[in-house]
């Protein structure tokens, strides 16, 4: 759970335009996550702390892609945290991110 100070200045932050690309947005690592039943699971990992620092893993609306979360995962990893960004068995597209996973057959 956030502290309470955190969640002020994450509401805070995303509601203010974003100027340069942050250090975040440049770190983004596409990786693939073999599933329990052999599907290959897309994700965007964001580890640009240390593996102790708390971890976000964010799951996107149902027909959408993990592209929904390329805005806000640099923002979080500017509070401090590591995020991962998956791409789940049903999406489309969103922020000109195709939902892989769903893609798959």
Sequence with gaps: MLR?????????????PGGQRS???TM???????SGDSLEITADLNLIHE???PFVVLFHQTGWSRGEYREIAPKLNELGFNTLAVDQRSGGKVNDVRNETHARP
Aim: hydrophobic share 60%.
């Design 4 to 16: 309470p100070n955190y969640t002020l200045w994450l509401a805070i932050w995303l509601l203010v």
């Design 23 to 25: 250090l975040a947005e």
């Design 28 to 34: 983004t690592e596409t990786i693939a996550i073999q």
């Design 51 to 53: 593996k102790s620092a």
